[in-house]
């Protein structure tokens, strides 16, 4: 079955970086893209970013421009997301998501992955 | 950038009850929309896409209708398993943007 599998739980201070992986399987990896969203503590989802899969082409949230690279390792079928300069507001659950292979395609995100919850504290 | 507004915040019911949750956007999305359902502790998981198509596995009653700015997810008939939190999502203006959720309660 299509399965996104997420690294594990990370706790970082306040400066560093993270770095989280998402393992695909059961389908051809590089005809897809992955989106990464993100979950505060009891708060609402937010789309941090999206990579295709196909050609790397990345779009990152205007708020996350500069501090955040997502990658993909082909020859694994893995996403990387790293976020840079961490700060107490970056704590939350990252997820990926399978999403469309094209910038403006109107895909959905399905499946997830189960989510990594990245802590930033000092 | 399109703002989804979900409501009410929180619906109180009781299994074996239908359920009508709103998603109302500040523009035209067209049909470019979809609901996902996010237990405890869970990922969100996709049920409805393309405002009224379920998605694989999703139950029949789980429905979803509207267009352009007036969206609807129905449940027809509560389970125990289907309280939890629900967010709409568009993805006319690419590259989306997510409503703040309704959650679903046991009264």
């Known amino acids: 079955q299509v399965q996104l599998v997420q690294s594990g739980a990370e706790v970082k201070k306040p400066g560093a970086s993270v770095k989280v992986s998402c393992k695909a399987s059961?389908?051809?990896?590089?005809?897809?893209?992955i989106s990464w969203v993100r979950q505060a503590p009891g708060q609402g989802l937010e789309w941090m970013g999206w990579i295709s899969a196909y050609n790397g082409n990345t779009n990152y949230a205007q708020k996350l421009q500069g501090r955040v690279t997502m990658t993909t390792d082909t020859s694994t079928s893995t996403a990387y997301m790293e976020l840079r300069s961490l700060r107490s507001d970056d704590t939350a659950v990252y997820y990926c998501?399978?999403?469309?292979?094209?910038?403006?395609?109107?895909?959905?995100?399905?499946?997830w992955g189960q989510g990594t919850l990245v802590t930033v504290s000092s | 950038e399109i703002v989804l507004t979900q409501s009410p915040a929180t619906l109180s019911l009781s299994p074996g009850e239908r359920a009508t949750l709103s998603c109302r956007a500040s523009q035209s999305v067209s049909s470019y929309l979809a609901w996902y359902q996010q237990k405890p502790g869970q990922a969100p998981r996709l049920l409805i896409y393309d405002a009224s198509n379920r998605a694989t596995g999703i139950p029949a009653r789980f429905s979803g209708s509207g267009s352009g700015t007036d969206f609807t997810l129905t449940i027809s008939s509560l389970e125990p398993e289907d309280f939890a939190v629900y967010y709409c999502?568009?993805?006319?203006?690419?590259?989306?943007?997510f409503g703040q959720g309704t959650k679903l309660e046991i009264k």
């Open positions: 999502q568009q993805r006319s203006n690419w590259p989306g943007t």
């Open positions: 059961g389908y051809t990896f590089t005809s897809y893209g």
């Open positions: 998501a399978r999403d469309g292979s094209e910038r403006f395609l109107k895909d959905w995100f399905d499946p």
